[in-house]
């Protein structure tokens, strides 16, 4: 029960605050967004290269640097000899925009978002593996909800940040290692040291509610993930922890309502249960 108590609650984003952002890497949602970018006219017509050339071989380093999307994009894309550089950018920029627009908190989290943002005991945390771009993206949109955010990053965790009253925001890409590592919440913990929290609940998915097309997705990958992230936590100050896996097995279907009944559901039955232990 989280009463006079300090709680720690961490939501993912990619695949549980926004299951559509895993929808944009389907093969339909691809080609559709190359055509409106443009790109498909200048060349980009296969999701599979897509994701075996150009997102691949570029993820580790567009996780964990502030290089962004748009640039790794127009980079790899170039290096593949598919197009000049006075074709891309645009088209870059235009498909990036496509790809932050899709990225969205879904409605059904917000109200025990606010439920939770206004308890006095409780510090939300979102944490993501993800380009540059998204650390903005996601403050401005809790902004929009009424929400104040700090964005960590490794350049500044050695200053004590203002925390209180904020969601939290560790972006991979600002904290320069993914959440799977220790490093990463060896950095959480600066922030809030000598801060103990009595008790700790992680709500993510993993990487398993992303597209299949995504490596990122991959079953063994996943549990390591899961562990690794967990074992990284655990360098927290804390008495209790609960891991919440945030698994949509419809993900693979090509009926979307049936994805959105099985969100819904999912979403309803953590937010009861969160309510349930907030007094």
Not at 49 to 56: G, L, N, P, T, V
Not at 156 to 174: M, V
Not at 205 to 215: L, P
């Amino acid at each position: 029960m989280i009463n006079k108590s300090n709680c720690l609650i961490i939501f993912d984003f990619s695949g549980t605050l926004s299951i559509k952002t895993s929808w944009f890497g389907r093969k339909k949602s691809l080609i559709n967004a190359f055509k409106a970018s443009g790109l498909w006219d200048l060349g980009l017509r296969s999701a599979k290269m897509f994701w075996e050339k150009i997102i691949s071989p570029t993820w580790y380093e567009g996780a964990t640097t502030q290089i962004g999307y748009q640039t790794l994009l127009s980079n790899k894309i170039l290096e593949l000899g598919l197009m000049k550089k006075d074709q891309i950018d645009e088209s870059t920029r235009l498909f990036t925009e496509f790809y932050l627009n899709q990225s969205n908190i879904e409605k059904l989290w917000i109200p025990i978002l606010k439920k939770l943002y206004n308890h006095p005991f409780v510090t939300l945390l979102v944490v993501t593996d993800h380009y540059a771009e998204i650390t903005n993206h996601i403050s401005n949109q809790f902004k929009r909800i009424g929400f104040t955010t700090t964005s960590l990053c490794i350049s500044s965790l050695n200053n004590k940040q203002e925390i209180e009253g904020s969601i939290l925001i560790a972006n991979s890409a600002d904290m320069g290692c993914l959440k799977r590592s220790s490093v990463y919440w060896n950095q959480v913990k600066t922030v809030f040291s000598p801060k103990i929290f009595n008790q700790i609940i992680i709500i993510d998915d993993f990487g398993f509610n992303e597209a299949q097309e995504d490596k990122y997705s991959d079953m063994n990958k996943i549990f390591k993930r899961m562990v690794s992230t967990l074992e990284g936590i655990q360098t927290l100050s804390f008495r209790q922890i609960y891991c919440i896996p945030f698994f949509l097995h419809s993900t693979s279907s090509k009926n979307k309502q049936k994805i959105i009944d099985e969100f819904s559901s999912l979403v309803n039955t953590i937010s009861n249960f969160l309510k349930a232990n907030i007094s």
